[in-house]
């Protein structure tokens, strides 16, 4: 693992999080909570090869302004509902239909390419295509149980998202779940800075994933959300040891090579604010 990953995520530069938070709010030109929703609507000041596409994020959701003094709580709710019908069956769409049929064309480039080596030796690929891959590949394998969620609930999915969010697809989170899914995740970092990481791993040195010891290389995991938090992390050692390793060298690779299509893309400044915050998550941020 890179020593800027290690460094950041095993010996618990919390400050460093906390300025990162603070750069991206006023990139966006955001306050905290609203940093945390975000539509898909296009947007051409972001029309650019750096970004994923469009059909790879949550699909916009339209629903009704507040209740008038008057008006029909049936009406109201039936608009609600009608809403988050239309949401989801966007949703579903992009991710059985307009997502897979975007990525086909670079998914067989990336197997004759030998995958990220293709990427190192040919530079063909682009940040856009690779989230394509990425999230495409997550969706894909959520849609099934999904579909039946959201045949048995209809409208009244958004009521039981929360218990099941990790067979959700992104295309179809709406952003009060997207929210509570990141407070968790936050609460999970910070409690493995708290109460988890050894204070002698505190600024030191790292210089990959070899030199980590195990309590490190769970917390690593839990800062980039590698494993479930069903698994308790003092408990992951013992049958995921071996695992979590190749997950997190996997992960490596990912990141490495997300930073390097953003430079060559531009730079941060011409990532999306939706790609943007994305980008924060997947590092720890």
């Known amino acids: 693992m890179t020593t800027t990953f290690v460094a950041a995520a095993a010996c618990g530069k919390a400050a460093a999080r906390q300025a990162a ?85 670079v998914m067989a480039r990336w197997k004759d390419d030998r995958g990220y080596a293709g990427i190192v030796q040919n530079k063909w690929l682009t940040r856009g295509d690779l989230q394509l891959l990425k999230r495409n590949q997550h969706d894909f394998r959520r849609i099934p149980l999904f579909a039946i969620l959201f045949t048995v609930c209809g409208e009244f999915t958004p009521l039981v998202v929360a218990t099941f969010s990790n067979i959700v697809p992104i295309t179809c989170r709406i952003p009060t779940q997207i929210q509570s899914d990141r407070k968790k995740r936050e609460r999970k970092i910070r409690a493995s800075f708290e109460s988890f990481l050894p204070s002698t791993s505190v600024n030191r040195p790292a210089e990959g994933l070899d030199k980590l010891t195990w309590k490190e290389k769970v917390h690593c995991s839990t800062v980039v959300g590698r494993h479930s938090g069903l698994w308790p992390s003092r408990f992951l050692p013992l049958p995921l040891g071996f695992v979590l390793h190749k997950r997190l060298l996997r992960y490596e690779v990912y990141l490495a090579t997300d930073d390097m299509l953003i430079t060559k893309g531009g730079g941060v400044m011409k990532l999306s604010p939706p790609e943007l915050e994305i980008a924060c998550v997947d590092r720890g941020m």
């Open 21 to 105: 938070a603070r750069t991206v709010t006023a990139r966006l030109g955001l306050v905290p909570q609203q940093l945390r929703t975000y539509s898909s609507q296009p947007d051409p000041r972001y029309d650019g090869p750096i970004n994923g596409p469009l059909s790879t994020l949550p699909a916009h959701l339209n629903l009704p302004p507040p209740r008038q003094p008057g008006e029909s709580i049936f009406a109201y709710y039936f608009k609600i509902g009608k809403g988050y019908l239309s949401f989801y069956k966007t949703g579903l769409k992009n991710a059985a239909w307009v997502n897979p049929r975007l990525a086909g064309p």
